[in-house]
């Protein structure tokens, strides 16, 4: 079982960073595959970027491509968003979420973090 906790949202002007971080608990961490997932107030959860257990494959929305780079520590037991060139369409709750499977769908995650804000100020 797999315990996430994100961190590092809050609030940027548009064109700003910022970089999220998500803590996993437990000694299978490396065992699993990691998405980044976002959802706006009134919409429905959207993939954002999803990184391979060994670190090895990413992929990412094409909403955010070129602008976010998903990247894990497995040492640390933590997987980072760096988040450039930020919109204010990128406003939302950010989820970090684990599988062992590689999925563009938020249904298909096993283990969900609690969501960090990230509001994007035009």
């Known amino acids: 079982q797999v315990q996430l906790v994100e961190s590092g949202g809050g609030l940027v002007q548009a064109g700003g960073s910022l970089r999220l971080s998500c803590a996993a608990s437990?000694?299978?961490?490396?065992?699993?595959?990691m998405g980044w997932f976002r959802q706006a107030p009134g919409k429905e959860r959207e993939f954002v970027a999803v990184?391979?257990?060994?670190?090895?494959?990413?992929h990412y929305a094409d909403s955010v491509k070129g602008r976010f780079t998903i990247s894990r520590d497995n040492a640390k037991n933590t997987v980072d968003l760096q988040m450039n060139s930020l919109r204010p369409e990128d406003t939302a709750v950010y989820y970090c979420?684990?599988?062992?499977?590689?999925?563009?769908?938020?249904?298909?995650?096993?283990?969900w973090g609690q969501g960090t804000q990230v509001t994007v100020s035009s």
């Open positions: 979420a684990a599988d062992n499977r590689i999925s563009y769908y938020y249904t298909a995650y096993q283990y």
């Open positions: 437990g000694r299978t961490f490396s065992r699993y595959h």
């Open positions: 990184i391979s257990w060994s670190g090895g494959s990413t």
